[in-house]
């Protein structure tokens, strides 16, 4: 069975940044797609940011375009990092890391994937 864990979600300014991890059971190697989602009440989750691992092609919302990065971790081989800078109170979710072992359909699909951590909030005040 595998497992995810976010963690680095925390209250911050506006056009501040922050580092979410996504640790794993498994090296992250062995899945096709890694992604972070995120949701906020009343709201369907969206899909943030996705890599995928066989070419390290990334993907990534209209909305935060040229400000998140979603990027594998140089030296754990279980842990992939959304790297988010110039942060927005709409930025503000529950944000999730997703991961798929076999892919098909959309990168931004959350019914395309197995694996879903906890969650972590991340709050952003103007």
């Known amino acids: 069975q595998v497992h995810l864990v976010e963690s680095g979600g925390a209250p911050v300014q506006a056009g501040g940044s922050l580092t979410l991890s996504c640790g794993a059971s498994t090296a992250i190697n062995t899945f096709d797609y890694m992604a972070w989602f995120r949701q906020t009440p009343g709201k369907e989750r969206e899909g943030v940011a996705a890599?995928?691992?066989?070419?390290?092609?990334?993907?990534y919302a209209d909305s935060v375009k040229g400000r998140f990065t979603i990027a594998r971790d140089n030296v754990d081989d279980t842990v992939y990092l959304l790297l988010m800078n110039n942060l927005k109170p709409e930025d503000t979710a529950v944000y999730y890391c997703?991961?798929?072992?076999?892919?098909?359909?959309?990168?931004?699909?959350?019914?395309?994937?197995?694996?879903w951590g906890q969650g972590t909030q991340v709050t952003v005040s103007s």
């Open positions: 890599i995928y691992n066989p070419s390290a092609a990334t993907y």
């Open positions: 997703a991961a798929v072992l076999i892919s098909g359909g959309d990168w931004d699909d959350p019914g395309k994937y197995r694996y």
